[in-house]
């Protein structure tokens, strides 16, 4: 499968049912700021009078619907990134606690050929919730793509104290 491209990949795997529900709401937006273009548009060349509400209408839907794009987007591009045979693990390290809209979240580092990635969590005993917040300076393995490694997935295998070098491109598998 490592070999298909974006398009192949998201054809061959499908869209979540998340992913969908967006990519439709977006669709619909920028349906709705074409018609309000072409009545503006018409009224352009009517030569009625324009206010910045009428200008600003399409310009706030088309953008709107590029967020919507994006957010559908993401997920597939995700998934593509971290798709069999295009990713590796290394070792991730807990940095410190903090709050991401109310939430209680850890803060984790890895490096990738030198190169320091941060990315944080939502932790806490609430069941919803699939991780408790670890210790500090606990270390986790975490799945990184090849092509693009800030694209990661964090797992809940913990390393263990005798491993003390993680190779600069990580392993193909999680070492034994």
Known sequence: MDYLDFLRYVQHNGLETRELVV????LAVLVGTGLVARKLWRDLRRQKSLTYRD???P???LVLSALFF?????????????????YRYTAARVLKYGTQRGNPVFVY????????????????????RSWAC??????YYVQFSLASPG??????HVVPDSVHTVPPLGWDALPD
């Open 109 to 128: 580092e890895y490096y990738v050929a030198g190169q320091r990635y941060q990315s944080s969590r939502e932790c806490g005993p609430e069941s919803w």
């Open 23 to 26: 990519l439709l709401i977006g």
């Open 55 to 57: 200008v600003l209408a």
């Open 70 to 86: 994006l957010l559908a987007y993401s997920g597939p591009r995700s998934r593509y990134l971290l798709r069999a045979g295009a």
């Open 151 to 156: 694209t990661e997935q964090l797992s809940q």
């Open 134 to 139: 670890p210790a500090l300076g606990q270390r």
């Open 59 to 61: 310009v706030a839907g």
